[in-house]
């Protein structure tokens, strides 16, 4: 190799160190504005995630809200639905009750009940007052009735 090779030698070392610097000075300068580039945009990032994240809560609470008022519109339903029937019923109690204002005792219904008003009606009837005993009839049914929704409402949901 002699002095050509030599020298060849030295100018690719020089070139190499000159550009192996220069190469390195500008892969410092990229590196440099990327970290630059990525604080930036790190930050803009963070504020548009924290921004939907914020919008997602709002539209996950509205939604929340939503099924809460239909369920609660369920609720609300089940229990005017369950008061009209026990109204229906209370009704129905009633116009039966005056319906049967003609009462024609008879014997033997399994209960005292039945004896118990037949006595009643035959004694009444001697004595012309038995309008009174269909009052007392009616009263007996409407005590009854109050004791039952009485007896129903103190009934607690969950054993409470």
Not at 53 to 73: F, H, N, P, R, S
Not at 74 to 80: E, P, T, Y
Not at 109 to 138: C, P, R, T, W
Request: glycine letters at 10%; proline letters at 1%.
């Amino acid at each position: 190799m002699g002095i050509i090779g030599d020298a060849f030698k030295k100018l690719f070392d020089f070139l190499y160190s000159l550009f192996a610097g220069l190469f390195g000075v500008i892969w410092d300068g990229l590196k440099w504005v990327g970290n630059l580039l990525k604080k930036l945009f790190q930050n803009l990032v963070d504020i548009l995630i924290g921004f939907f994240k914020v919008i997602y809560a709002l539209i996950e609470g509205l939604l929340y809200l939503l099924y809460m008022i239909g369920v609660l519109a369920v609720k609300l339903f089940l229990v005017i639905f369950e008061a009209a029937k026990v109204l229906w019923s209370l009704i129905e109690g009633f116009v039966r009750t005056l319906a049967s204002l003609k009462y024609s005792p008879r014997s033997g219904g399994g209960h005292g009940y039945s004896e118990i008003m037949g006595k009643l009606f035959s004694n009444l009837k001697v004595m012309q007052i038995d309008s009174i005993a269909y009052i007392l009839l009616f009263m007996l049914w409407f005590i009854t009735a109050i004791a039952a929704i009485k007896l129903i409402s103190s009934i607690r949901v969950g054993g409470d």
